[in-house]
């Protein structure tokens, strides 16, 4: 074993200890920490059940379960989307909606009492540590697949990156006809649009198009604002690398705006080397290209 797995699991092992993850009757409530959570993250308005399991990380069986048994202590009932049939929501009954307050406030008892011995300097450090550590669990989650342009979280990940171009541009950002054209041209093996999902939800993407003289062309490489300064960019980069390499492309470029101070520091510090102009982008001041020998 490492000594980096060895710090890995003796901090599951502390945390699993001191939160009670462990009791039978987490929280004094007589059900276990799986069902409490399971309670709170359905909420007072109700959630469908697929996001649920892709925020909880449950698989189908274990989520139905939880839900069973929620279920029959009273505190949630499942009924079909009026929308939708094929989409189930779970929604808090009226106990469902008294225990959630009680477990709210519970939980504020027990978070306060795991800093209460501490010296208001260590507080602060044990809190920010806490607020590190969540984020880079967060990151660590992270998966990254190719996805259908023509999907709904797509075209909402690409909305979003144009609309910050057109914050951060100077001159703005239009993206001609839209979205809707963007996803047009990212459908293999002509192009493919990658998708980074954090619990289910798209946090970012990046695209890459088979350009006719030989060469992949890397393009809408973005993160979501909670998202960055966690090195999702960069393995955004690295992933649509790979898929060029798979595609059997030797060689990738890009551009970018000169607005985009980060983007530049990102690809330089990735091994991308300037080159010159090599497309009619308006919005372009710099060029790259890579080698993937």
């Keep these: 074993m490492s000594s980096l797995t060895a710090r890995v699991r003796s901090f599951n092992r502390?945390?699993?200890?001191?939160?009670?993850?462990?009791?039978?009757?987490?929280?004094?409530?007589?059900?276990?920490?799986?069902?409490?959570?399971?309670?709170?993250?359905?909420?007072?308005?109700?959630?469908?059940?697929?996001?649920?399991?892709?925020?909880?990380?449950?698989?189908?069986?274990?989520?139905?379960?939880?839900?069973?048994?929620?279920?029959?202590?009273?505190?949630?009932?499942?009924?079909?989307?009026?929308?939708?049939?094929?989409?189930r929501i779970a929604r808090p009954t009226a106990r469902g909606l008294s225990e959630l307050a009680v477990i709210d406030r519970l939980s504020d008892d027990t978070a306060a009492a795991l800093v209460a011995p501490l010296d208001s300097p260590r507080r602060q450090r044990l809190v920010a540590a806490m607020t590190?550590?969540?984020?880079?669990?967060?990151?660590?989650?992270?998966?990254?697949?190719?996805?259908?342009?023509?999907?709904?979280?797509?075209?909402?990940?690409?909305?979003?990156?144009?609309?910050?171009?057109?914050?951060?541009?100077?001159?703005?950002?239009?993206?001609?006809?839209?979205?809707?054209?963007?996803?047009?041209?990212?459908?293999?093996?002509?192009?493919?649009?990658?998708?980074?999902?954090?619990?289910?939800?798209?946090?970012?993407?990046?695209?890459?198009?088979?350009?006719?003289?030989?060469?992949?062309?890397?393009?809408?490489?973005?993160?979501?604002?909670?998202?960055r300064g966690l090195g999702l960019a960069r393995r955004l980069l690295a992933a649509l690398e790979d898929q060029a390499r798979a595609a059997g492309l030797g060689v990738v470029r890009l551009d970018t705006n000169r607005a985009l101070t980060e983007a530049q520091a990102l690809y330089l510090s990735a091994g991308f080397r300037p080159i010159p102009r090599f497309n009619d982008n308006p919005y372009a001041h710099h060029w790259f290209e890579k080698c993937l020998a």
């Design 132 to 227: 590190e550590v969540e984020r880079l669990l967060e990151a660590s989650a992270v998966t990254i697949a190719v996805e259908r342009p023509s999907s709904a979280e797509a075209h909402r990940c690409l909305a979003e990156y144009f609309a910050e171009l057109d914050r951060r541009f100077e001159a703005g950002f239009d993206a001609g006809h839209g979205v809707e054209d963007e996803a047009a041209g990212l459908t293999p093996p002509a192009g493919w649009l990658l998708l980074a999902r954090a619990d289910g939800e798209p946090v970012g993407c990046g695209a890459l198009r088979r350009d006719p003289q030989g060469f992949g062309e890397i393009k809408r490489v973005w993160v979501t604002g909670r998202m």
């Design 14 to 87: 502390a945390v699993t200890r001191r939160i009670g993850a462990l009791d039978a009757d987490y929280l004094g409530r007589q059900r276990p920490l799986g069902e409490s959570r399971l309670l709170f993250e359905i909420g007072r308005d109700g959630c469908e059940i697929r996001r649920l399991r892709a925020h909880l990380g449950l698989d189908s069986g274990h989520a139905a379960r939880m839900l069973r048994a929620l279920e029959a202590q009273g505190l949630v009932q499942v009924e079909r989307s009026p929308e939708d049939a094929r989409v």
